[in-house]
């Protein structure tokens, strides 16, 4: 069973939709998914009800996740996705997804409000790599971008620079996706091949 936590110090950086849209393009691949929401605002529990996901979803906004996640997965799981609170308002719960994690994904804009928010983000994972026996992988997804605008390849090549690695599928910015809390996740676009790289990372992990 791999476990991947979506991460993020910044509020509104797209870690419930990714998890949603993650979630499913991992289960269209024929996994088995679980996904938790460990956010106290509940927003993916409450989207899963709504829109009547067939994927499992349980809210565990607690700080012992690293402790919990097995014994509530089934016997049958492949994949744990945790959907995450902001890092800062947060920290224990987000320290113990940062410890389940084989995986860990931090959805972010090419945007220097966004990328310079990374490094809390890389301290953070680091402060953990610690207390776990093996490191966990950990990717960018550049989400929220614009078809064609140079700042997709600009910002990616400043986080790769930082020896940091970035998902080569980018999540665009659509009104598709800004709709979409809520709705059923159907058209799952270029979260199809971003899941195919996550599982990919896993077996690196
Ligand atoms: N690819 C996208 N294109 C357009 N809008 C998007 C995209 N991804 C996310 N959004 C929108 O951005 C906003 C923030 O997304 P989301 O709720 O997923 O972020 P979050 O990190 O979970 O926020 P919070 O920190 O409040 O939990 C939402 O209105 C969402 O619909
Ligand atoms: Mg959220």
Not at 150 to 167: A, C, F, M, N
Not at 172 to 188: C, K
């Amino acid at each position: 069973m791999k476990t991947i936590a979506v991460v993020n110090l910044k509020g509104g950086s797209s870690k419930t939709t990714t998890t949603a849209f993650l979630a499913h393009a991992i289960a269209a691949a024929g996994r088995d998914v679980l996904v938790i929401d460990s956010d106290p605002q509940g927003s993916t529990v409450r989207w899963s009800d709504a829109a009547a996901w067939d994927i499992p979803t349980v809210a565990l906004p607690v700080k012992n996740l690293h402790t919990r996640v097995r014994g509530i997965a089934r016997p049958t799981t492949d994949v744990v996705v945790i959907d995450t609170p902001p890092l800062l308002e947060n920290a224990g719960t987000v320290y113990s997804a940062l410890r389940a994690a084989d995986v860990v994904i931090v959805p972010c804009a090419p945007t220097s409000h966004e990328v310079d928010a990374l490094p809390d983000v890389w301290a953070a994972i680091e402060e953990v790599q610690a207390l776990r026996h093996e490191p966990a992988a950990a990717a960018v997804l550049l989400t929220r971008t614009i078809p064609n605008a140079s700042s997709t390849g600009v910002y990616r090549e400043s986080i790769e620079d930082s020896g940091h690695h970035v998902l080569t599928t980018v999540i665009p910015r659509r009104e598709a996706y800004a709709q979409a809390l809520g709705a059923p996740v159907r058209e799952l676009g270029a979260y199809e091949p971003a899941a195919a790289e996550v599982l990919a990372l896993e077996v690196q992990a």
